[in-house]
């Protein structure tokens, strides 16, 4: 069973930076893509961008230019996503889900990370 | 901030049909990009339903259903069941944008 294991909850003050940690299978590292979802407290799901692990290139959105960077760590088969310059809005559940080039759809997913943006 | 405008709650009773409507515009559905669907238990990671406006991913059940016309998708739920409470996201890809966009969300009440 392909699964996406996230790392834990986060706490940040404003202006802080956080990464966000996604471990996937050799398989899925090696084959797939992953995209970056996050979903703000009553609002709908929001893309962030994707990263193919295999060579590590990016595709941000245009919202998130200059803000996010998404990495990986080959070694142990783990994706990162990094956000800075954090402000209370970024407030949400962070999900990384398997893409297949070619195919627009997402599966599976994480089970979110819960960033919290508080002073 | 969300591109494909859905309503925000359904509802039936045990054994009914609903269906949720998802409408986009020109540079997403309109421009034909895919549209698939995702249900999303709150502290669950949001399940692949339907993808490419109509197929079931293995293990689906045929109870759902995805259709499209013009700018406009839906996906109906028939034979309603208790478990199929959840928040029920529509998403594609929006070429103005460059980037893929999802729905606003509509929460499904089994009463």
């Known amino acids: 069973q392909v699964q996406l294991v996230q790392s834990g909850a986060e706490v940040e003050k404003p202006g802080a930076s956080v990464k966000v940690s996604c471990k996937a299978s050799?398989?899925?590292?090696?084959?797939?893509?992953i995209h970056w979802v996050r979903q703000a407290p009553g609002q709908g799901p929001e893309w962030m961008g994707v990263?193919?692990?295999?060579?590590?290139?990016?595709n941000y959105a245009q919202k998130f230019l200059g803000r996010v960077s998404m990495t990986r760590d080959t070694s142990t088969s783990t994706v990162y996503m990094e956000l800075s310059s954090l402000r209370s809005e970024d407030t949400a559940i962070y999900y990384c889900?398997?893409?297949?080039?070619?195919?627009?759809?997402?599966?599976?997913w994480g089970r979110g990370t819960l960033v919290t943006v508080s002073s | 901030q969300s591109v494909l405008t859905q309503p925000p709650s359904v509802s039936g009773a045990p054994g009914q049909r609903v269906t949720i409507s998802c409408t986009g515009s020109?540079?997403?559905?309109?421009?034909?990009?895919?549209v698939h669907w995702y249900q999303h238990l709150p502290g669950t990671a949001p399940k692949l339903l339907i993808y490419?406006?109509?197929s079931r991913p293995s293990g689906v059940p045929d109870r759902f259903s995805g259709s499209k016309s013009g700018t406009s998708v839906s996906l109906a739920i028939s034979g309603l069941q208790a478990e199929d409470e959840a928040d029920y996201y529509c998403?594609?890809?929006?070429?103005?944008?460059?980037?893929?966009?999802f729905g606003t969300g509509t929460k499904v009440t089994v009463l």
């Open positions: 889900a398997r893409g297949t080039l070619g195919l627009n759809w997402f599966d599976p």
């Open positions: 050799e398989d899925t590292f090696s084959n797939y893509y």
């Open positions: 990263i193919n692990p295999r060579i590590g290139s990016t």
């Open positions: 020109s540079s997403n559905i309109g421009a034909g990009f895919h």
């Open positions: 490419d406006n109509i």
């Open positions: 998403q594609s890809y929006d070429n103005s944008l460059s980037g893929y966009v």
